[in-house]
């Protein structure tokens, strides 16, 4: 069965630059999840979105953005990246219906060095 | 590699007892419950969910539990295998705002670091 596809595995980047993470969901799901999950840590909820409008938003810094587009992917833009933000990056997807599972990708390891 | 474990509760067991990872969950009005199982490099992977209405659910070599009363959750293994070695999550999903749709948000607990011993 298709899965939550995510793009890159992997991406290391410098303190102060942007990075921009991808997320294709699984077909027929309409809402898509990011999360940021630190060494040791529980996945924290950043922002959601349903049917290409935001429906959430948790512990998101003002220096990232997200949007769902007409094909339902994602996309997590990161700017002026701090050290901090070294983490892996989930996105998950589910239909539109409460009460339904999110299904997770892989993530996207972010390094800043 | 990553360090997953070194800051989690950790629980340590032999190949095919049971096995039991426990969780608190923090809001009353969460009506909806999930299992993941997250192996190092992966994402969570959805094990078994339960809602509200229900105290107890069974799947394939795991059950879940759920104490509403105490906010309490827990998730049964039997006959650990190696394979189940993975950190376990527990999420309570509460719906935010009144607009329907998919306004509900995703609360993961703190991790547990299972590891199976043959």
């Known amino acids: 069965a298709a899965g939550v596809i995510q793009s890159p595995r992997h991406l290391i980047k410098e303190k102060r630059e942007t990075a921009t993470l991808k997320c294709y969901p699984i077909p027929r799901h309409d809402t898509v999840y990011w999360y940021q999950q630190g060494p040791g840590q529980d996945p924290q909820f950043l922002i959601s979105f349903y049917e290409k409008m935001q429906s959430d938003k948790g512990s998101i810094p003002d220096r990232f953005s997200a949007q769902q587009f007409s094909d339902y992917h994602s996309e997590l833009n990161m700017s002026s990246l701090e050290l901090g933000d070294s983490a892996l990056y989930f996105c998950a997807s589910t239909q539109g219906t409460y009460n339904s599972p999110l299904h997770f990708g892989n993530g996207t390891r972010l390094t800043v060095t | 590699g990553e360090s997953v474990g070194l800051h989690l509760p950790t629980l340590s067991v032999q190949e095919g007892d049971n096995s039991i990872i426990n969780c608190a969950y923090s809001n009353s009005a969460s009506d909806y419950f999930i299992w993941y199982k997250q192996e190092s490099g992966k994402g969570p992977q959805f094990i078994i969910d339960?809602?509200?209405?229900?105290d107890k659910r069974q799947g394939q070599r795991v059950t879940v539990l759920l104490n509403k009363t105490v906010k309490h959750l827990s998730l049964q293994i039997a006959a650990t295998q190696p394979g189940d070695s993975a950190v376990y999550f527990c999420?309570?999903?509460?719906?935010?705002?009144?607009?329907?749709?998919?306004?509900?948000?995703?609360?993961f607990g703190k991790g547990t670091l299972l590891t199976v011993n043959p």
């Open positions: 339960i809602r509200s209405n229900m």
């Open positions: 999420a309570e999903n509460s719906q935010v705002g009144n607009s329907g749709g998919s306004n509900y948000k995703l609360t």
